[in-house]
T-cell receptor, first 116, second 114 residues
């Protein structure tokens, strides 16, 4: 596709359930990022992938959060035992990983997660 | 630690008026700087970016921004606002190096009166 896609666009779940959020980056983009946008915290970095490895996971808020990337393409963010404070819009971005980091991140439309 | 401050949470301007959105950053060296726009229900779209060179950067939709090292600022400007510019605007700083973990400001919500 032409841009970054994310699914589902909306997810409503009950507290304590696990959820999986999917990101399809732009084809050929090596770098992939997850961010979270919430009312109280604004836009926060969660994790960065270079290919299939994640050299920076510093933004993951707790061990209930995990992410993987396979085939250097699709990424899945998993939240286990969801809590109400996990309610937010989860944004994925990808970039071509140019030398020196002088590249632009292209964002998907996000997944709105609501935990009841 | 890196941080970005956008002092104005909400700004309202009349259509056709000029616009300046403020952004101040804290970073140990010259950072990479970005402005993104988010329309309701949409993802983030890059307006412009500064990496090096000319401190006045031109972007899409008629926006420009000026990097001022002495003031640690990267303010966004537009000479004449259109109703379609109503959106939320985010300033962000990225670490120099192999990748860009973006640190965002809290955002400025722009309303445009006809």
């Amino acid at each position: 596709g032409a841009g970054v896609s994310q699914s589902p666009s909306n997810k409503v779940t009950e507290k304590g359930k696990d959820v999986e959020l999917r990101c399809d980056p732009i084809s050929g983009h090596t770098a992939l990022y997850w961010y979270r946008q919430s009312l109280g915290q604004g836009l926060e970095f969660l994790i960065y992938f270079q290919g299939n490895s994640a050299p920076d996971k510093s933004g993951l808020p707790s061990d209930r959060f995990s992410a993987e990337r396979t085939g250097g393409s699709v990424s899945t963010l998993t939240i286990q035992r969801t809590q109400q404070e996990d309610s937010a819009v989860y944004l994925c971005a990808s970039s071509p990983q140019l030398a020196g980091g002088t590249d632009t991140q292209y964002f998907g439309p996000g997944t709105r997660l609501t935990v009841l | 630690a890196q941080s970005v401050t956008q002092p104005d949470i909400h700004i309202t301007v009349s259509e056709g008026a000029s616009l300046e959105l403020r952004c101040n950053y804290s970073y140990g060296a010259t950072p990479y700087l970005f402005w993104y726009v988010q329309s309701p229900g949409q993802g983030l779209q890059l307006l412009l970016k500064y990496f090096s060179g000319d401190t006045l950067v031109q972007g899409i939709k008629g926006f420009e921004a000026e990097f001022k090292r002495s003031q640690s600022s990267f303010n966004l400007r537009k000479p004449s606002v259109h109703w379609s510019d109503a959106a939320e605007y985010f300033c962000a700083v990225g670490a120099r190096g192999g990748y860009n973990k973006l640190i965002f400001g809290a955002g400025t919500r722009l309303a445009v009166h006809p």
